[in-house]
């Protein structure tokens, strides 16, 4: 009959630790998994743990002793290691989920897990070395010992062992021939070179031709070994969807056959590293002309840290990422692209090119709203706000080819612009889709005063219904904020408020042209104006001394009582709302003179009429 006792920690090695009790748990709980991750259980607790530990656990699957923090790492060391292989796997033979990595097991510690450790667990379906300096010898010993028990492998990670180009050509030689059904391998940070690189390409990787993920960051792989992978290796992994190649040096040689031979064979790709590689223009030119065309499901591309400059950056914006709609993640930081390959980038980026684009890392976009056509209001946004307002943009801009009979636009009357339509345009469809056409927010769109004309003939003509209209933060002049008086607001009858704030070429000055125009017409619901200040046309509009000498810095409410007061008139031609222009001479002049005559008489002012007493 089996011992069913719970587990003891050893009273020699001291009290018992916290980590411990997840062992107790596994136990009572009859668990499959047993999760000591950077619990730093030592030499001694390793000890404990196949001891004392793994003979009571026979029903586990997944056991992890790992670590991702150097300083916590469990440091079971060589003789944990040949520990765990010889006196503690032995009772978990159903497992399929082995993490070692980060423990200093060393070449010896690798051997005995090959030799002794791997044949009792025959189902292991990951297995995780890593961080280990496992060394040449290790990695032979696991290629030709080890493996050939672990056929079940999926995933093997053996990065930072310093395995060299010998271990490298052990494992594609003799190891991976025997798990074929790998779907992920990770060997970064071991220097295997062209040598290891070209006997992955050739020897290895047709034998584990259900890869989806081969990371060989920081391996010293040169032109050789890149050309290697693209003709030799990629072709045999048709499936794989993660590559990095990132810190390594393949230069312009390598990264176009990359583009050329290898990219073609791997249309399945969602990840592509190749950061740090010594890339310049002619590499990036090819990546962007005959590689990324073939791997349109890409979401991740890191470029970063090359030396592609303007001439590479413009191919990839142009030829190159309008092919990978579905990138996420795009890094070409510290590539001396310059000014002509940042404004390339980033205009090809406001055409919403890539709308799920959410990291960019080369170019603060912020400095480039101008050539983006983008609001200013974005001035100190990071690239994130940035991206995320051409997102949403774009979103409202699909919005828009819903069938007529649906949008609330058409309901309104706008019509399609027969020019170029600019970008703000989309988002005067979204407001009156959302608003019936009762409230127009353009502000920080960067409107121009050819923007104004566009929107006054093409929109407010069309908004007769329109309350609120807020043109603030953008670049409008005098002239435009003229032409919106002029020939704009008075095709909207209903208009309460109309805001101008923050256009910086808009002065007082504008106050009294636009004065002109409210004379002749005053609009019959307008009581609100910002960005300019009606009393600069005093003069014009003839203003009872108290509008005039209102308190300064007050002008939206001076420009409120004084578009009260000019309703309040009644006076002047209601001209045509189809042939608005500017008042008659003498049209003027009469209203200036009833205007003045008025307060210089006793009079009264009541609900908005001007009436005198003789």
Not at 67 to 96: C, E, F, M, W
Not at 221 to 240: F, S
Not at 354 to 380: E, G, I, W
Request: include cysteine; glycine fraction near 10%.
């Amino acid at each position: 009959m089996s011992d069913r006792s719970a587990p003891i920690w050893p009273a020699e090695y001291g009290g018992e630790p916290g980590w411990w009790q997840r062992v107790r748990s596994a136990f009572e709980d009859n668990e499959t998994t047993l999760d000591l991750f950077e619990c730093q259980i030592g030499p001694e607790g390793g000890k404990a743990l196949v001891e004392r530990g793994l003979p009571k656990l026979p029903q586990l699957t997944t056991l992890n002793l790992g670590a991702d923090d150097y300083s916590k790492r469990n440091r079971i060391g060589p003789k944990g290691a040949t520990a765990l292989a010889t006196q503690g796997l032995p009772h978990v033979t159903q497992l399929t989920s082995l993490d070692i990595g980060y423990n200093n097991i060393g070449p010896e510690g690798a051997k005995t897990l090959a030799t002794q450790g791997l044949p009792h667990v025959t189902q292991l379906t990951s297995l995780d070395i890593g961080y280990n300096d496992i060394g040449p010898e290790g990695a032979t010993a696991l290629a030709t010992r080890g493996l050939p028990h672990a056929t079940q492998l999926t995933s093997l990670n053996l990065g930072e062992n310093s395995i060299g180009p010998e271990g490298a050509t052990a494992l594609a030689t003799q190891g991976l021939p025997h798990v074929t059904q790998l779907t992920s391998l990770d060997l970064y940070n071991n220097r295997i070179g062209d040598e290891g690189a070209t006997a992955l390409a050739t020897q290895g990787l047709p034998h584990v031709t259900q890869l989806t993920s081969l990371n060989l960051e920081c391996s010293d792989i040169g032109i050789e070994g890149a050309t290697a992978l693209a003709t030799r290796g990629l072709p045999k992994v048709t499936q794989l969807t993660s590559f990095d190649l990132n810190n390594n040096h393949i230069g312009d040689e390598g990264a176009t056959a990359l583009a050329t031979q290898g990219l073609p064979h791997v249309t399945q790709l969602t990840s592509l590293d190749i950061g740090y590689n010594d890339i310049g223009p002619e590499g990036a030119t090819a990546l962007a002309t005959d590689g990324l065309p073939h791997v349109t499901q890409l979401t991740s591309l890191d470029l970063g840290e090359n030396d592609i400059g303007s001439e590479g950056a413009k191919a990839l914006a142009t030829q190159g990422l309008p092919h990978v709609t579905q990138l996420t993640s795009l890094d070409l930081g510290y590539n001396d692209i310059g000014p002509e390959g940042a404004t390339a980038l980033a205009k090809k980026l406001s055409e919403n090119i890539l709308p799920s684009l959410t990291d960019f890392y080369a170019v603060n976009l912020r400095d480039h709203l101008k050539a983006m056509q983008l609001p200013r209001r974005l001035h100190r946004s990071y690239n994130a706000a940035i991206l995320r307002f051409l997102r949403e943009r774009g979103r409202s801009g699909a919005r828009k080819q819903r069938p007529p009979q649906q949008s609330a636009a058409t309901t309104v009357g706008l019509p399609d612009l027969t020019t170029a339509t600019p970008l703000w345009w989309t988002n005067v469809q979204e407001e009156c889709r959302t608003y019936g056409g009762r409230r127009l927010h353009l502000d920080r769109q960067g409107l121009t005063d050819a923007d104004v004309d566009v929107l006054v003939e093409h929109a407010l003509m069309h908004l007769p219904n329109l309350e609120s209209l807020n043109l603030s933060f953008n670049d409008i002049s005098n002239d435009g904020a003229w032409a919106l008086f002029n020939r704009g607001i008075g095709r909207c009858q209903k208009l309460q408020e109309l805001r101008l704030t923050g256009n910086p070429r808009i002065s007082d000055g504008a106050g009294e042209r636009v004065a002109e125009v409210l004379l002749a017409t005053p609009h019959p619901t307008l009581r609100t104006v910002e960005g300019f200040d009606l009393r600069s046309g005093a003069d014009v509009l003839g203003l009872p001394r108290h509008l005039a000498r209102m308190k300064q810095g007050e002008a939206w409410r001076a420009n409120s009582a004084i578009l009260s007061f000019l309703r309040g008139l009644k006076v002047g031609h209601r001209r045509s709302q189809e042939t608005l222009s500017q008042p008659s001479t003498d049209t003027v002049a009469a209203i200036r003179t009833r205007a003045a005559g008025t307060h210089q008489q006793k009079g009264t002012v009541q609900k908005g009429t001007l009436s005198t007493e003789p």
